[in-house]
């Protein structure tokens, strides 16, 4: 009996801190010792045994470089550890939910309303909702209060409407305007109401018979509290993500090309009677060569913009300085990272048309010429990647003067910051020039 107390004793000094240890030393380069300990704290209270686990061990691996780009506080690490290790736990991998990220750094919600939220950026994958619509959909609910539990809903007939002959921002507006904001507060009869009265224009046969299910699934969710919302979600993904596959199938075939309105950009306003043609997809948009060494481009009067004044650069981004990051936001009030590049740029000092510039990063990676990281120059976009295979664009910024660029970030808001810091320099993707010349 002795013999087994006294290998119980070694058991718990020994194998648990070297269990222990493969977090630190995953964290030792990038936070202090008193840091790792107070990440290491974090996690094992909310985890318990969990925290000593591989996955547990692997997420905080993948979240590394999310936490140095963003700039995770040591609580805002170890949560972000815990709510995406309950997302995986609801069968939402921990790739549906990269680019909430930077939500959850200020995220003022529970564990459960986190869920919620991961739950519809899953189904909005899986259904291939444009991402502009997904993000500004979550922003504004959020803005109106909304509890997430009405984001998932009317998030779901949002992904549905697409399906119909309906125009996407006047549904979008409509779901804004007539959501319940407090949704797990209503009886089954009026929440089935309302779905119905939201719904009452439908005639896709596909998407009543949809409805049907995610009334169901709405009812369960709904009574559901603590752990029982994990396990209801994990209910959800078995049932539903055969469904959301299917629409996202449907939505490619809908729309084999892009559509500008779907990528945020707005029409350039033209004098001129609009002709018939259709406009070309913007995978044919033209791209603007950089001038070769010694020379000055010539430019024409609707091509003035292309010279950038750097001066103008830095007074329009200082305008924006200390700008708070907020996810899918669009103003000086709140802004994310593709925001802040396209109000920068369409900026009358700086002057790019509002129709070249698309509203999300990854088509703003599409505009114009590839330059070289070591040529790059001011006015430039920079793209990144935190994605663990890194062939996700996450996050975009403009290139300063000197190696610094100018972004939106989730704990700091705008700032300037060095291009030749680790983990910017380690996760950089590629940078594009839309400017033909910059200028002091």
């Known amino acids: 009996m002795k013999n087994v107390f006294l290998l119980s004793i070694i058991f718990l000094f020994t194998v648990h801190p070297v269990r222990s240890q493969d977090i630190a030393s995953l964290l030792k380069d990038d936070y202090d010792r008193q840091s790792q300990l107070l990440i290491q704290n974090e996690i094992r209270k909310s985890l318990g045994s969990r925290a000593n686990s591989k996955e547990v061990q692997l997420l905080v691996k993948n979240l590394l470089p999310w936490s140095q780009m963003e700039g995770f506080s040591p609580k805002q690490f170890a949560r972000s550890v ?237 305008g924006w300085i200390g700008t708070r990051y907020k996810f899918g936001g669009n103003t000086k009030a709140g802004v994310d990272c593709s925001g802040f590049t396209l109000h920068v740029l369409i900026d009358p000092k700086i002057g790019v048309p509002k129709g070249f510039v698309p509203r999300r990063a990854t088509p703003q990676a599409s505009l114009g010429s590839l330059v070289q990281n070591r040529n790059m120059q001011a006015g430039d976009l920079v793209f990144f990647s935190a994605s663990p295979n890194q062939t996700k664009i996450t996050h975009v910024g403009l290139v300063m003067k000197n190696r610094d660029f100018s972004h939106a970030s989730s704990t700091r808001g705008v700032v300037i910051q060095s291009l030749d810091s680790k983990w910017w320099k380690e996760r950089y993707v590629t940078s594009r020039r839309i400017f033909s010349q910059a200028v002091d």
Do not use: C
């Not at 994958?125 to 991402?131: F, G, M, R, S």
């Not at 603007?288 to 009067?301: E, H, I, M, R, S």
């Open 82 to 318: 815990e709510y995406l290790d309950e997302s995986a736990r609801a069968g939402i991998p921990f790739e549906s939910n990269e680019e909430l990220l930077p939500l959850v750094a200020n995220f003022a919600g529970s564990k459960e309303e986190f869920l919620y939220l991961s739950r519809f950026m899953r189904e909005a994958e899986e259904a291939n909702l444009p991402e502009m619509y997904r993000d500004d959909f979550i922003g504004r609910g959020l803005d109106n209060r909304w509890e997430a539990l009405s984001v998932l809903v009317a998030g779901r007939l949002l992904i549905l409407s697409r399906q119909e002959n309906i125009d996407t921002k006047e549904y979008f507006d409509l779901l804004i305007h007539n959501m319940n904001p407090k949704f797990s507060k209503l009886s089954q009869k009026a929440s089935e109401d309302l779905i119905s009265k939201l719904s009452q224009n439908f005639k896709n046969q596909k998407n009543i018979n949809s409805i049907q299910k995610l009334n169901q699934d709405a009812i369960i969710l709904k009574a559901s509290k603590g752990d029982k919302v994990t396990e209801n979600l994990k209910l959800s993904s078995r049932n539903l993500d055969p469904l959301f596959e299917e629409y996202g199938r449907l939505e490619v075939r809908r729309r084999p090309q892009v559509r500008p309105e779907d990528i945020g950009i707005e029409p350039i306003q033209s004098t001129t009677q609009p002709t018939q043609t259709t406009k070309p997809p913007i995978t044919q948009q033209p791209t603007v060569k950089p001038p070769t060494a010694g020379t000055t481009p010539t430019l024409n009067q609707g091509e003035r913009w292309k010279r950038l004044s750097t001066a103008s650069l830095y007074t329009v981004v200082n």
